[in-house]
């Protein structure tokens, strides 16, 4: 193997994503000890705080989830008792998701933790610098979501 390749490789930024995914991984196992969640359950509180009565469709697309992890992930979210799931009465086909008090109080537990996650993320950078790491992560996840296994309704 030519030693070009190898560099090149290292350089890919399918390869760049992936080993960003794993700092991203050991990082939130690092800074997020309020909780045994991982950011996907976590993603969903979050959707949930912010859009109580969500159908599950809804919040699939908020957060970035495909619906049948999504619909699972709320079920368990919901035995775990962080969620209330209601038939919504605009359409008995829907259920609505609503945050119980004690997924209120986790998420709120988390909150500074997520904080912390993100500045541990971004310390490499300069603050100008992080500014536009986010801008360009936007950026790529705007012009590539619909290529998406999971596309995300954003902003």
Same mark, same amino acid.
């Given at each position: 193997?030519?030693?070009?390749? /190898?560099?090149?490789?290292?350089?890919?930024?399918?390869?760049?994503?992936?080993?960003?995914?794993?700092?991203?991984?050991?990082?939130?196992?690092?800074?997020?000890?309020?909780?045994?969640?991982?950011?996907?359950?976590?993603?969903?509180?979050?959707?949930?705080? /912010?859009?109580?009565?969500?159908?599950?469709?809804?919040?699939?697309?908020?957060?970035?989830?495909?619906?049948?992890?999504?619909?699972?992930?709320?079920?368990?979210?919901?035995?775990?008792?962080?969620?209330?799931?209601?038939?919504?009465?605009?359409?008995?086909?829907?259920?609505?998701?609503?945050?119980?008090?004690?997924?209120?109080?986790?998420?709120?537990?988390?909150?500074?933790?997520?904080?912390?996650?993100?500045?541990?993320?971004?310390?490499?950078?300069?603050?100008?610098?992080?500014?536009?790491?986010?801008?360009?992560?936007?950026?790529?996840?705007?012009?590539?979501?619909?290529?998406?296994?999971?596309?995300?309704?954003?902003?």
């Amino acid at each position: 193997m030519n030693s070009n390749n /190898f560099v090149e490789m290292h350089n890919h930024p399918g390869f760049l994503l992936r080993l960003s995914y794993q700092i991203y991984n050991g990082v939130w196992d690092r800074v997020m000890t309020e909780t045994d969640l991982s950011p996907q359950p976590i993603a969903l509180l979050y959707t949930v705080y /912010f859009h109580e009565g969500i159908d599950v469709s809804g919040l699939a697309r908020k957060a970035g989830v495909d619906k049948t992890s999504a619909g699972r992930l709320v079920t368990r979210l919901s035995d775990r008792g962080y969620l209330n799931i209601v038939p919504s009465q605009k359409d008995k086909r829907q259920k609505e998701v609503y945050l119980t008090a004690e997924g209120k109080k986790l998420f709120k537990k988390v909150i500074p933790q997520f904080t912390e996650l993100s500045d541990s993320l971004l310390d490499c950078f300069t603050k100008k610098q992080a500014q536009q790491f986010i801008e360009l992560l936007e950026k790529f996840v705007h012009s590539k979501r619909n290529i998406s296994r999971a596309p995300i309704d954003l902003p």
